[in-house]
Each structure stands twice: as structure tokens, then as C-alpha cells.
């Protein structure tokens, strides 16, 4: 399927890679009625769309409230088999669903989607939480601006709502331009404090839903309850990495090698999951303000030579690596303790210690991505 916000185009392909239907229905409710009913033919079936985690993330959950199987096909190895299909990158909605089917014919241990109303919940309010977090910030940026017109050389960097409050005070304006700046940088204030309010009630749920799960998450220095709701959100299965160099490649802490001959070189990663990229960030920063592990870590990288951006790099994998053990132990604990659950076969455990005995910046990438079906895994993990 190739998922829209109004409509999708599907197309039901055989596993010999035989295409034997192929359709574009709306995303209504007839719509999906007469979607369903057009594929009712075929009753071993297994939904294979692409965005789970995005555009396609409507219809996918819609599908298994019917209990339909749905796998997410990444955008990424669906634009691949496009090109290799068609030898060009035109795109349509008939071409986009084709190469859908392929990689979901051809492709084992692409990432089930399972209804977690847990993680679910867990998803609308970090997302919520996120946008409290971008709407204070772009208000702080209006009220300096306007406290700069009002007050020679404005205010300072860190200013908070109370603080400005009290700066205002100090600001006795004649002319009517003036007022009104005073009048607006008081109702941005008192925006302000109402996204304090909202995002103090935000942070304290989201804290009783993430000690909830039973995550260790909260006990690494620098994750917050929104940094390690985003991390459960977005990693959901931690199984699904095979070892920590995958986890970092997914996480865009791992150095691409760009070597080339003799030339022997790696390049700083642009990919990966972005929003999980700034947790590890910001868990960064908070360790580089405090006498931490992390600060001392990141002190021996630069005595050793490395720049302050390489050293930080380097502190962010090992940051990726503590996270990934964290959570693997996580999720043994739980399979070990859960009703009629026991210890599988996971990833190897020794290759997660968060003590790695070379530079992580040196780390590779890990290596091409294995065929073998992985084996079943609960539900929800």
C-alpha cells in the first residue's frame, strides 16, 4: 500500500512476485469498506505499507483494529526497489505501491506493527509535549524581540516568564507605539506561563506513564521523562537491532566510512532517526554541564586529540551504547518475568557493555543486513 491522507493505492502481489489485483480506494469510510471487500479474495494475506510511523500510520492502525497483519516497509527500501524496478525515479501512486510489494515480498524481518495502547498514549503526549516545548520557544523569541524595543539592550538569554513580568514593571511608555508594545509582551508573558503550567502537568504524566513500563531509562543521567518516552516510542521493539553498532546506525551516531584506498577516513552521519539523534544530544549536554562519567570521558577524547565537536561525537555513541543496553536488559527482564515467558536467544550481551574499550567514533557501520527471519516476538514488547 501506498497510504495518503484522503486515499491509497494498493496492489496484492503472490510471494513468486506475481501481481494479481491492484486498486485506488478512498481513506472514508466506504472507502475502506470497499477496500476491504476487494481484497476479501484473498484471505492469506499480509498488509505491507509503507510510513507506518508517518502517513501511513492512519490506515495501518485502522487495519489491525480488524485484525488484519500489517508490516511497515521504510521509505527508503521502497525508493530503492523503485529505482531498481524501473531504472529511473519516476514516481506514481501505481509505481510507488509496486515497489511496496516488492520489498515486502522480498524482504524478511520487516518490523510488524503491533497495537500497544500503551506506546500509543505514550506517542500523542511526548508529541504534545514536544510542540509545548517548540510554541515556549518561538514566544521567548517574540518577547525579546519586544523587549528590545522597549529596553535599551533588551534582557538576558535565560529569561522566564516571571522575570520579564518584573522587567515590564520598570516599563512606563508614553506614546501609544510604545504601550503597545508593553501590552503585547504582557499577554506573550502571560502565554508563557500558561505553557509552564501545561508542560510542568506534561513532564509529571509523562513521568508516571514511563515508570510505568518498568524502563530503567530514568536512571541514566540526562534523560528526562520526555527523552525516554521519545525513546520507547520510537524504538519500540529493541530486539529488532542486532548488536549496539546497528542501534547506533539507527540512532545516526555511528561514523559513515568514506575511505578510499590508502585513505583511511570516516565521515560524520547525517542519517537516522533524527528525533532520537537529539536526545542523545541534549543527554550529552546535560552530562558535559555536571561531574559525570560522560564529562570525564569526554575530557579524555579531547586530551587524546580529538577536537571538541569529534569529542562529543564520540560521547554520543557511547551514550547510544549505554541506552541500547539499558534497554535490551529491559527487555530480557521483562520476557524472563513475564507470565510463561523465558530468556531467548537476543543479542549478544557482552558486545552492549557502556565501558567500550575503544574510541566509539571509531566504531564501523554495522554490516549488510541478514536474510534470516527473526524469531516470533510477544505482541507487544
Partial sequence: MDPHKRTVTIEVMTVDEVVVGGERFTT??????????????????????????????????????????????????????RLFATGQGRKTDATDAHSVALVGTRMTGLRPV???????????????????????????????????????GGAKKDLSAAQARRLLATVR?????????????????????????????????????VQATGTHLLDLHGI????????????????????????????????IDASSGDHVRHRLSRGGNRQINRVLHLMAVVQLRNPTVGRAYYDGRKANGKTSMEAMRCLKRRLSDQIYKTMLDDFITARTAGPGGQTGNVSDSSATSSQPTTGSSEKPLPGPATTQPKPALPAAS
Avoid at 484471505?43 to 505499507?49: G, L, T
Avoid at 511497515?72 to 527500501?77: A, G, N, Q, R
Avoid at 529488532?240 to 555511528?254: K, Q, Y
Wanted: hydrophobic share 40%; proline share 5%.
Fill in 28 to 81: 472514508d469510510a466506504d472507502g475502506y469498506r470497499e477496500m476491504l471487500g476487494f481484497v476479501a479474495r484473498w484471505p492469506d494475506r499480509v498488509w505491507a505499507i509503507e510510513g507506518c510511523n508517518g502517513i501511513g500510520r492512519h490506515v495501518a492502525h485502522r487495519l489491525l483494529g480488524d485484525g488484519q497483519e500489517v508490516v511497515d516497509v521504510p521509505p527508503k527500501l521502497s525508493a530503492r526497489a
Fill in 224 to 255: 528526562g521523562p520526555s527523552g525516554a518516552a521519545r525513546l520507547l516510542v520510537e524504538v519500540g521493539d529493541i530486539s529488532r537491532f542486532p548488536d549496539r553498532n546497528h542501534f547506533a546506525s539507527w540512532t545516526g551516531t555511528a561514523p
Fill in 114 to 152: 503491533v497495537a500497544d495502547e500503551q506506546l500509543e498514549v505514550l506517542r500523542l503526549l511526548v508529541d504534545r509535549r514536544r510542540a509545548l516545548g517548540d510554541e515556549h520557544t518561538r514566544k521567548v523569541a517574540q518577547l525579546h524581540r519586544i523587549v528590545l524595543e522597549l529596553l535599551p
Fill in 173 to 209: 511608555p508614553r506614546d501609544l507605539v510604545g504601550k503597545t508594545r508593553k501590552r503585547v509582551a504582557s499577554e506573550l508573558v502571560a502565554d508563557l506561563e500558561r505553557i509552564y503550567t501545561r508542560t510542568k502537568d506534561a513532564d509529571k504524566e509523562l513521568k508516571a506513564l
